[in-house]
C-alpha cells in the first residue's frame, strides 16, 4: 500500500513539480498514473522511492515513511526506472547479482526467480553477455528482472511499455496482474492511454503537479461524457487546467 | 551556399571534449592554469635546453640545418602516432557518427571535418614542442622574418602527411577488419600507447640532454640509416621540402622548397578526402552496434554464477568491474597506479652503465643503512599521498555516477555503506601502487625486506586519507551532468583539487624529518599522525558526506 499525504516538491527553479499531492493506492491494485510530458508522474515516482527528498508532507509504503524509515520503504519496493540504460557494463547475470544482493536475496530465492524470469522474458542464453550489447527491449527486461529479483511487495514502473516488443509487453501486463492478483501493489505511469485502460484497476491524472482526477475507470467515464474516448478525457482533463 | 565540410568542423569543435571550463567557477580555472603555467614551462625548459645542446654540438660541424630536419621529424612522427588514436576515436568510436551518417553529408566531406579536427588537436599536441625547435634554431641562428613565415605556415601543415597516413591505414583496417566490436580494447590500448609515448618522449630527452657526450651524439647521427630520423623522412616526404624550405628561408631554393611542400601539402589532402569518398561509409557501417559473441548459457550456470554476497563487497566489486571495464575510467583510474611506481623507477635504471653502477652503490648503501630507515619510510609516506592524490577513483567517484546516480538513491543500501565501497575503491587500486613500489624497491635497490613490512604495515594510511579526502570533494562538487565518460574522469576538476589537498598529508609527513634519525619515534609518529588524520576525514565522511550524498539530487 502507498499513501501520499500533502506532499510538495519544488525544483531549484522554483517550478512546482507536485503541488499537494494526495494519493491512496491499496494492496491487490493496479494503479495507473496518468499525465503529459513534464506533469510530475516522474518526479511523483523518485519521491516515492527516496530518489528525491520531498519538501513537505509524507509518503508512505506498506505503514512505513520513507523519511524515518527509508532502508525499510526502498526494501518494499521494486523499482523499474523511465531509462534502461544503466550498468552497460555488466553482464546481465553480474547486474542481477548486485541488484540482489543490495535487497539481501538468499542464493536459492535468487537462483528460483532469476530462473523463472529469465525464462519468461527469454532471456536464459543471454545472462552471460554484457548489458551494452543488448537490444532496447532486453536491457529492458533485464531491468525489469531486477526490479522483480527480490519479490517486492510494492512494484514501481516508470513508462515500463517503451521498447517492449507486443509479446514481451503482454508478458509485463500479465505479470503485472499476478503481481496484484497475490495482493501486492502495482504502480506505473504511462502516457499510453490505450494500456492505462486495459491494464489499471484504477487510475489518477496529474498535471502541472496536481492531481486532477482519481479514480476507476468507470467514475472516470462517469466523471466525463459517458461515450467520450478514453484519449477525449484525458485531453479534456489536462487542457482544462491551461 | 556555405561549404558543408568547414560548416561541420565548426560544430564538431563546438561540441567538442576540450577542456571546458564554461561552467566551473573562478577557483577552478585558476588552479587548472596554474598547473598549465607549471607543467608547460617544465616541458618547454627540457625540450629548449636539448635544442640548444645539440646546436652546441651541430654548430661546429656546419650541421645545424640538421635540427630542424629532426624537429619536423620528430614531430611527424609524435602527429602519426597520436593520429592513429585520435583518428579511430574521432573518425569511428565518437557518439556523433551516427547521428551524421543519416545526414545528407557525402562520406568526404565528413572525413575532411574529422580530418580538420583532428589536425587541431594535434596543433595543440604538438604546438610547444615545434615551437621550441623553431624558435631555438631562429634566434641561434639570426634567421629573418621569411624564416618565422614559413615555419608557421610548415607548422600548420604539418599534420596534413602524417595524418593522412594514419587516417588511410586506419580506414582500410576498419574496412576490412571487425575492430569495432573490440571498441573497449582499442581505446585502451590507444590510450596505453599515448601514455608510453610520453615517457619514451621523455627519457629519449633525458638521456640525450644528460648523458650523451658530443661523439656519441654524432656518431649516432653519422649512423643514420635506420635511425627514427631517416625513417620518419623517407615515410614523411613532406618533411625535406620542409627542412630545405626553413634552413635556406632566405634564398630562392628556399621557396621553391615551401611552394613544393605547400602543393604537396594540398595535394595529400586531396587524396584523404577521395579515399574517404571510396571507403568510409563503408568502413563505418554497423560501427553502432556494439559486437557480443553470443554464450549458450550452460545448465548450471545458475548454480556457479547466482551466488549471494555482502552488500559492501558486491557494491566494490562492482565499482572496480566498472572501472576496468571502462576504457576512460581504466586508463586514468586503475593503469596509473602500475605505472607510476615505474616511471619513478625507471629513469634510474635507464641511466648509463658506468653512472648507473655508482648510482646504485650510492642508494642500495643508503637503503641497507639502517640510521636511513626513518627517512626511507618518510619517503614512502610521500610517495604514499603522491599516490593517493594522483589517483582519480574516488575524486570522481560520484561524477562517474552522472545521469545513473538516481540508482544509488533507491537500491536499500545505507549511504554509510556506498562511501565506505567507494573509498575502499580507491583504496584498493592505491595499495597496489604501494605493493609494486615497495616490491621494486626490495629488488632493485636492496631495500631490507622487514622496511618494506613495515612500509606495506603503516604506508596504507595516507592511501586512505586521500582516498577520503578525494570523495569528499567529489561528494561536494560532483560533475554529474555529462555525456562522454572522458569529461567525468579527465575534465574534472576535483582530481586537481584533491592534489592540492594533498599538502595537508604531506605537510605531516615532512613535518616529522626533523625526527627521521630516530626510526622507531619516526614510524610511531608517522603513524599516530597519518591514523588521526585517517580518523577525523573517516568520521567527516560518514556525517557530511553522507548528508551531503542525501542532498544530491540530479
Known sequence: ?242 | MKNKTLLLTKTLIRNGEGLNLKGSNTFAKISVLVAFAVVIPMIMFGIGSFVVFLMGVLRPIGQEGLIISMGLSLNSAIIFIFGLIYIISTYYFSSDVEYLLPLPLKPGQIVGAKFLVVTLYEYMTTAVFFLLFWVTYGVMTGSGVLYYLYGLIIFLLLPITPLALASVLIMVIMRFTNLSRYKDTVKVIGGLLGVFLGIGVNLIVQRFSTNMSQEEILALLRKGENSLLELSNSIFPTIKWGAKAMVSSGDWSGFLSFLIYIGFSLLVFLAVLLMGEWIYLRSVMGMSETGSRRHKTGSNYLEKEAVRGSVVGTYLKTELKLLIRTPIYFINCVIINFLWPIFLFLPMIMQNPAEKTDMMKGITGFMADPEASGFILIGAFIFAVFMGCMNATTSTSISREGGELFIKKYIPVSYQKQLTAKVLSGFVLGLAAIIIAVFLAVLVFKLPVWTGLLILLTAWLPIMSTCISGLLIDLYNPKLDWDSEQKAVKQNVNVLYNMIAGVVPAGLTLALIPVSSNFVLTAVLLTAAHGLLCALLMKCLLSLGVRQFRKLEN
Open chain 1, 1 to 242: 500500500m502507498i499513501e501520499l499525504t500533502n506532499v510538495y516538491k519544488t525544483y531549484a527553479n522554483s517550478v512546482k513539480a507536485v503541488d499537494n499531492l494526495n494519493l491512496i493506492i491499496p494492496d491487490g491494485e493496479i494503479f495507473g498514473f496518468l499525465g503529459p510530458n513534464g506533469a510530475g508522474k516522474t518526479t511523483t515516482i523518485k519521491l516515492i522511492t527516496g530518489i528525491l527528498n520531498a519538501d513537505s508532507g509524507s509518503i508512505k509504503v506498506n505503514g512505513l515513511d520513507i523519511e524515518k524509515d527509508s532502508l525499510k520503504v526502498k526494501k518494499q519496493i521494486g523499482f523499474v526506472p523511465d531509462t534502461p540504460n544503466m550498468f552497460l557494463r555488466l553482464k546481465g547475470m553480474e547486474y542481477l547479482n548486485f541488484m540482489a544482493d543490495m535487497y539481501d536475496v538468499s542464493t536459492e530465492e535468487r537462483r528460483e526467480r532469476i530462473d523463472d524470469l529469465a525464462r519468461r522474458f527469454g532471456m536464459t542464453d543471454v545472462l552471460q553477455d554484457r548489458i551494452q550489447s543488448y537490444s532496447h527491449g532486453m536491457r529492458q527486461k533485464i531491468v525489469i528482472m531486477g526490479a522483480l529479483v527480490h519479490n517486492p511487495p510494492v512494484w514501481i514502473l516508470d513508462e515500463p511499455m517503451t521498447g517492449l516488443d507486443p509479446r514481451s509487453s503482454f508478458q509485463l501486463k500479465e505479470m503485472m496482474r499476478e503481481h496484484a492478483d497475490n495482493n501486492k501493489t502495482v504502480f506505473f505511469s504511462t502516457h499510453v492511454l490505450d494500456v492505462a485502460e486495459k491494464v489499471c484497476d484504477r487510475v489518477a491524472i496529474i498535471n502541472k503537479g496536481k492531481l486532477l482526477f482519481c479514480g476507476s475507470m468507470e467514475e472516470m467515464k462517469d466523471h466525463f461524457k459517458k461515450n467520450a474516448s478514453l484519449e477525449k478525457m484525458f485531453l479534456e482533463l489536462t487542457e482544462s487546467e491551461e
